[in-house]
């Protein structure tokens, strides 16, 4: 267990270090224009998180005690398929819904 003055040190000193990082573009950097490299390495972020925090719950999810699913997998494969098909995120995700609840049914 951690004593009360450590826990408090590394609780402000994070809170620090979040908020330099937020001010770091909201505060030095909100009235300026961005370099364009930057704004088109930007514009991915959204991109890159999303699956960064999906792959983890898809490949070892917590409900098969971390081994792969197949019907997880397959709802992927239908999603990624969807989502490539029609261009549409809202459709690629009510495909990925749609599978993940009727692949259970399908497969067994």
């Not at 990082?21 to 390495?41: Q, T």
Request: glycine share 10%; net charge positive; with cysteine.
């Amino acid at each position: 267990m951690i004593d009360r003055t450590t826990f408090w040190i590394v609780i402000v000193v994070l809170g620090l270090c979040t908020y330099l990082i937020r001010f770091s573009f909201l505060g030095i950097l909100g009235n300026r224009p961005l370099p364009l490299w930057m704004v088109r390495a930007l514009r991915y972020t959204a991109v890159a998180v999303l699956p960064a925090l999906v792959a983890p719950a898809v490949l070892w999810p917590p409900a098969t005690g971390g081994s792969p699913d197949p019907v997880r997998l397959g709802t992927v494969a239908i999603t990624l398929l969807a989502g490539i098909l029609s261009r549409n995120m809202i459709a690629a995700i009510a495909a990925g819904g749609a599978a993940f609840y009727l692949l259970p049914q399908v497969i067994g």
